[in-house]
């Protein structure tokens, strides 16, 4: 949980607090040996992501070799239609 508490605190710093319910994914590259079950971490995620401020963005985690443990992206809609 205290890595998916992380994430969101990333979020909010990266994207600000008003960007917030515009999050879809969250993009999150785990190594075979970082140390994380991916399947725990996307629950964890899950779990909190569907709460606000976050309006219920996805998490999308890719397996790696290694032991690589990043957040890769954070897909927000913008509400632009031209995307």
Not at 44 to 61: D, N, S, V, Y
């Amino acid at each position: 949980m205290s890595l998916a508490l992380e994430v969101c605190r990333l979020a909010e710093r990266h994207l600000g607090r008003d960007a917030l319910p515009g999050l879809v994914a969250v993009g999150l590259e785990v190594g075979d040996e970082a140390g994380v079950e991916p399947e725990n971490l996307a629950f964890c995620l899950e779990a909190l992501l569907a709460e606000p401020p976050f309006r219920g963005a996805k998490p999308l985690i890719e397996r790696r070799a290694g032991d690589v443990l990043r957040v890769s992206y954070m897909e927000v809609d913008d509400g632009r239609q031209d995307d």
